[in-house]
Every structure is written in structure tokens, then in C-alpha cells.
């Protein structure tokens, strides 16, 4: 097929702190992988990468740019910058009396992200710096009550001798944050004009975030928290995205870069809420599977990723991905729709030490990350990590590690593990670094085991998805004896998140806390005031998505509007999210219908006995999602060429230690095997990007749409 | 195991440390070197030569004295408290904080306890005056003993020869 009629559509990128993945995608759904290490400047990392993946077809950035249609980005500088504290000095004006609040923190804060036994142990609690400084943190006299109404008039002197002082000692934006204001208001607004106006008398230019403009949700910690990402670590990145974006135009691109955000669809790098870009890499991965599902009809999916430092899996029932409310990313509570992930601190990358006191294994907390570990001499890593024990066992090829840019040292890595392990517990190295092996798989295994019947699901009820840098290296050890209907391994897997980004919609989500609440005594005319309450709330975030899209030129027949709200029994804590029945309310009856979608969805999520009509309907918060069409990935489909294996995928072999002995791992060129070819363990499947593992007891075969399925034989 | 410098101890020690080796630190087993990288750390930071066995404040040690082995908390200004087994509040000058013209030395008025439910009782070195520890207690209640040390059990753990007067 030439180029005109199989143009390359699609481009995914993934910046990640080592490593930036570019993924393209033909309209046929042929696909490269590119490969670039990160740089400081992240246009220069996408390009080199894209260099890479295009070499693939022979072509360069400056021929396939023009043609493409979509960019999906996403990236870890964003985050980088909260948690180095490194963002833009941000000044933040609250209600007066109420200045520490920001500083204190939600008591959560002092542990979240922490390990099991750190979180248990207060000498490891800690609180981070604020994102404001207290020195940067001014009150103003005023009081909006916790049904909206005003008791104390603002005081609008004091906000302008606030202002002045804040830019005076060299603030470059400023945030406001009162309490209650997503009820009213008025007061933020107030102050945010006068902030502008001192602003413009001083000849300065800097942006003021009013929190109602952006988050008009309860929680004044989790809205000031995100408000003040706005500022602080959006804005640089704004300009980040801009110099991308300018590079790309440079060579021809005519698409808009789109990033991916937290509540899984992406938005414009324009949009006026980037904060909510903050974390995208492992979403993506999510999103990924989801689209892949829905095209080949798996309904129920456990994702699975495993990189260097971590694993997180999530979980799609009936082609649904649950959201969290409230996420919390780099230790800080946020009011933002995340995609609910469960994420353990354990990776391909860990270190591994011995107890001391047990005389036993223990993996991490801390990784070697890009250091690799202590076969990667230059890396400076003297303590034994995961991937040494691959090296040592066969798993990995030393000679090709991460396609060859690293040359390793394997007799070295032997020393340390005999040293270090091998040793201390009178094993032989082989044992000990399998033992190592053994330990991480079993320990992601309890954790996906755990995090599935914790949900009320039992993995035979699902497909494994298992995919990122490290994933086909471990999926046999995850998922042995699991019983998962099956475990799939795409062959992109060390570019599923960029592809997950590809595949996601160009979706604005805003949300809005409201206090609505009716019992069996309410009459109709509460019931007509609670659906006016909620269509008013619909109608201002309809508003907002729309003045979003309309920044890249779309118009209101593009745009279609998804309504939806959460839901609870009134005196629960939990809330249930879900999409609104109708598109417009406007009557009595609307609301029970509205009603009558929730309590199916309880009786689904729960169980029937545990509804409780009986205590009234309260509804929390309104949603509006709109989205338009996007060209997305088309997934591969190629005719079967039979079980045998062609000789060119066929590579040798190699020795491989599993099951206590040495044997000899056949070896085969992923790109090289056909769909229907099927290959019997113990094998190992290499390719640049990643290398897939099928021990003895396994088998694999790959189908048309090339993805690996791992069956377990034994 | 982790191996840490001297040096880290040292900023440890000072509290310059940087979080995430100190959050490592606390999280891992402790390194065997730990003790006598620490003790060498504390005998810099003393003018005497008797050897630190334990610390039981920032500037109070148990040591072996040089003249005759016994085990006796001394401060840093070299100043003896006795035997270690004794509680070494009884040897300090004491302020008690009791009404609410002392409190307002130290704290703003509301904002310091109703003295007649609780006092400050401060412990001061005789000889240097340095701080050494303050209690915060019901006015009745007697002297807190903070430490009575295992030092025999101690040593063995540390799998060390243990002072002879132990
Ligand atoms: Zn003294």
C-alpha cells in the first residue's frame, strides 16, 4: 500500500522521566514504537523519538507530520515539578483567620503515597512543603456560611493592599481560595477582579485563579490544593506544550496537540484547566485497554503495569472504568476526577537487600530506576536490583539491553548478587536471584488478587491485560494460578500507554458540588426546585466545556454533551457516579427517573437488599462531559499464518534458569512472528522496546491483531 | 542493609540530613556500622574523653568514665549527673512553670495550659546551664525517670564487648 492510501494518522506520545515513547499508527493500523531517552527539552526528546519509530518505514518527521490528523501527549514534567517544588512562586489570598489551613494540610497528606509500614509509623510521617509559602499567604476579612449566604461583606481594601504586597515580594500568579465559595461565589470573583486591576496599575502582567472559576467543589483543602496546581505547576507547562507545539507546526503538523488527563479522555493544551494534566502516563495504559476491549469485546479487564519503580492496575467491568471523586497525586488531596488505579511501590527496578533480623528477602521501597542496577556500571548503583537477576537467569539479554544503548556488565552483577544475597543465605546464585524473581511475582500476584476481590470480583470473571516496559518479562509470574480467563500481551507493550492516548476521546469533564437532598415527606414542588438546582448546575458546565472547545474552533453541533451527576442515600457516605438518563430536565417526574437510574445502579454495584430507598435521595455533585470525534488507532488485523513459526523470527537460543535448573530458552524476533504462530516454554520473545517470557509450563500463540495470549499448559 | 558515611550520620546527628535518606534510614534495618559511627560522632561533638555508650539527650550521654569505669551520665560541658541507673533529673537545677505570669514567658495569654492542671518543670545543667529537658505534668505528679537502659541486653545485641561496670 502506498502512502496516500495508508497515510500514518495517529501519533502517541509518552514523555516519561527516562525514556519518551512515540507511538504511530497507519490507518491500517500498522504501527511503529520510537524510542528517545528524555531531555530537558521535551520537543527535542519527541522528535528524536519520532525519528526513531519512522526509521522503522523508512520515513522522517518532516514527511509524515503533514499528514497526520492526531497527537496525543503526555508526560511526567508536570508532575516533576510538584513534587521537586520547583513551579511558579505562587501567592494565595484565603479567608481571613484561615491562613495556616493550606500549610497544615489534610492530616492524609503527611502518608499518602507511603509504603504499608511507612504509612503505619508516625516517625515516617512527614508533611511536604507547602505549594504557597505562609509568607506569600494573605487574609482578607469575609464569610460566605455553609448555605451561601453572606455573613461578612469582603473587605475589598484589604484584598488590594493583599495584591500589592503579593507581587511587591515577587509572586508571578496569585490564587484565591475562600471557604464555601463554591456556593457563592461572589467574594472570590470580587477579589480576583481587584487583583487584575492592582496588577494592571503596577505594569505587571500575571494570572489570578479565582478557585470558584475552576473547582467550585466542597473541601477547601482538595480546591486549594488544585487551584493552586494551576498556577503553580500548569502554567510553566503550558508554555512547555506551546514550544512543542510550534516545533511540530514547524515541520507541517496541521493537528492540535491534545494532552491526556487524569478523568481519561484528553483535552486541548490550550484548555483553561491543565492542572488536571498532571498525571496521564498511566492512565493512558487504562484508556488503552479500554479501547481494545470495546474493538474486540472483552467486557470485564484487569490492566496490568509494570515499570521500573512501580505496578498499577485498574480495573474495566462492562467496559466501564470506576473514577475516584477526589484523587490524590504527589501527596496532595485534589479535587479531580482521576481514574481509580492501585498502585504498589514494587517494579522490574527494585532494589533488593536482606533482612537483617529475618535473614530474609526484602524488595525495595526504592529502585534503581533508570540506574538499572549493578549490572550497568555507569549507572553508580552498588546495591542488587530485580533486573540484575534477570540479567543473571537469561531473562534479559545483556547484549541488547533496552536495544543495546546500555553495555552491561554481567560478571559484575554476578559478584554483587553472590555477595549480597546469594551468600548471606547460603544458597547458590542461581536460587538466590530466583528466589529474588519469585518473591516480586508473588507479591504482585497477592496485590492483583487482593485488589480484585476486594471489589467483589474473582479474576475468572476477567481477562488480563499485562503491558509497559516490564510487563511480558513478568506476566506468567503475576498471573500464575490466578485463574484468569486469560492473560494477553500486546506486542506494543512498551508503548500501550502512548497508544492509550491515541485512543482516547477529546473529552472536557467538569464537575460541580451540589447539596441537594429529598425524603419521601418532600412535595413536588421541592422535587421541581431540586431538578431546577441541578439543570442550572448542568447548564454553567455546559458553558464552561463549550467555551473550552470553542478555543480550538469547534461550535456546539460538534460538541456533544454527556449530563451526569452523583447520587446517594441520604445520610450514606458514599456516593455513586453515573450518567444522567436524559439529556434535559425540566419536571417533577424527570427526577425520578433520575432516581430510578441510581438505585439500578446500586442494586448492580451492590446489591439489591442494600438499597435504601427509604432514607431519601441526596444528590452531590453535577457533571458535564462533552466530547467530539477524533480519529483514533485502528488495531491491526492480519490474515493467520499457521502455528509454525517463520525462520526468520526464529534467533537460537539462550541458557535460562527456571524451575531450579538450567535449560536452554528458545529465542525468537517478536516483529518477525506471524498471527496463529504458536510457541511452546521455555522461550523468550525479544524485541527492542520489551521481552516477553514464556517459562516451561507455558504456552504462547499470537493472533491477527497481534496480541500474545499466555496460557498456562500445567 | 544500606551502608551510610560518617558524614550522613554527622548530618543526622546536626539534622541537616536531607528527607529522603532519613525516610530510607527509618525504614530500613539498621546497618551494622550505625552504633559506632554514631557513638564516634557524639565523642567529636564533647570536650571529655570518657567513652559515649548511649545518648539520652541532644547534650547528654551515658559514658565509662576515664578515671574509674563506672557508668555515669555526664553532660557535654563535662559536668557528672552519677550513676546511670539513677535518675539524673534529681541532680539538675529545676524551674517550674506554675503560674500564669511564667507561662506568658513562653506562650501567649490563652493560648498556655490552666496551671493548676498542669506545669512546665524545666532541667537545666548545673554547671553550663544548658537546657536538658522539659516535663509537662499534673503539678503533683513526681519526677518522670525518661530512661533506664538494659545496657547489659544492649551490648549484646550490638554483639560488642560490653564495659566492664555494666
Ligand atoms: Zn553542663
Known sequence: MNDLTNPVEVLGIDAGGTMTDTFFVRADGTFVVGKAQSDVDEANAVLTSSADALAHWDKTPEEVFPQMVTCVFSGTAMLNRVVGRKGLRTGLIVSKGFEDFHRMGRAIQ?????????????????????????????????????KGGVVIPVRLHEAREAARELIEQGCKAIVISFLSSYLNGTHERAVRDVCLEVAKEMGVKIPVFASVDYYPVRKETHRTNTTLLEAYAAEPSRAILANLSDRMKDIGAKYDVRVMASHGG??????????????????GGVMGSRYLAEQ????????????????????????????????????????????????????AGSFVRIDPYSNSLKLGPDSAGYRVGTCWPAGGVDTVSVTDCHIILG?????????????????????????????????????????????????????????????????????????????????????????????????????????????????????????????????????????????????ELADKVMEEFKINGFTEDDVTLTPGYRMQYLGQLNDLEMNSPLTQIGTPEDWDKLVATFDETYARVYADAARSPELGFGVTAAIMRGSVETKKPSIPSEPDAGPNPPAEAITGTRPFYYGRKWVDAKLYKMENLLPGNRVTGPAVIESDATTYVVPTGFETWLDGHRLFHLIEVE | MSNYTKKQVSDLVKGTLDWETVHLMLSMPKDKDRYKLYMEVLQENVSYDDKILLAVGPHLNIVESAKDQEIIIKCDCGHEFGHYSKNWKLGALIYVRDSVEKMKEVYPELMAPDTSWQVYREYYCPSCGIMHDVEAPTPWYPVMHDIEPDLKTFFEWLEMPAPAKI
Request: net charge negative; aromatic share 10%; with cysteine.
Open chain 1, 296 to 347: 474486540l469485546g472483552y467486557e470485564n479487564v484487569a490492566c496490568s503495569d509494570i515499570g521500573g519503580t512501580s505496578f498499577d492496575m485498574a480495573l474495566i467491568v462492562k467496559g466501564k472504568v470506576s473514577m475516584h471523586q477526589d484523587g490524590d497525586m504527589a501527596r496532595l488531596v485534589l479535587s479531580l476526577p482521576l481514574v481509580s488505579m492501585d498502585t504498589i511501590g514494587a517494579g
Open chain 1, 395 to 539: 531473562y534479559l539479554n545483556p547484549d541488547n539491553f533496552l536495544g543495546g544503548i546500555l553495555e552491561l556488565d554481567v560478571p559484575r552483577a554476578r559478584q554483587c548478587v553472590k555477595d549480597q544475597i546469594a551468600d548471606p543465605l547460603g544458597m547458590s546464585l542461581e536460587d538466590a536471584a530466583a528466589g529474588v524473581i519469585e518473591l516480586l511475582d508473588l507479591s504482585l500476584r497477592q496485590h492483583l488478587r487482593a485488589m480484585i476481590s476486594a471489589k467483589g470480583y474473582s479474576p475468572s470473571d476477567f481477562v488480563c491485560f499485562s503491558y509497559g516496559g516490564g510487563g511480558p518479562v513478568h506476566a506468567y509470574g503475576y498471573t500464575m494460578g490466578l485463574g484468569f480467563k486469560e492473560t494477553i500481551v500486546p506486542a506494543w507493550a512498551a508503548g500501550f500507554s502512548a497508544f492509550g492516548c491515541a485512543t482516547a476521546d477529546f473529552e472536557y469533564r467538569y464537575d460541580k458540588s451540589t447539596d441537594i437532598g429529598i425524603t419521601k415527606d418532600s412535595t413536588t414542588a421541592d422535587k421541581q426546585e431540586a431538578v431546577d438546582t441541578l439543570g442550572a448546575a448542568w447548564k
Open chain 1, 266 to 283: 484528553t483535552i486541548s493544551w490550550k484548555a483553561k484547566e491543565l492542572a488536571r494534566t498532571l498525571v496521564s502516563g498511566p492512565i
Open chain 1, 110 to 146: 503527611c502518608y499518602l503515597g507511603y509504603a504499608f509500614e511507612d504509612r503505619l509509623h508516625l516517625n515516617t510521617h512527614r508533611y511536604d512543603e507547602p505549594l504557597a509559602h505562609i509568607h506569600d499567604t494573605r487574609g482578607v476579612t469575609e464569610r460566605v456560611d455553609s
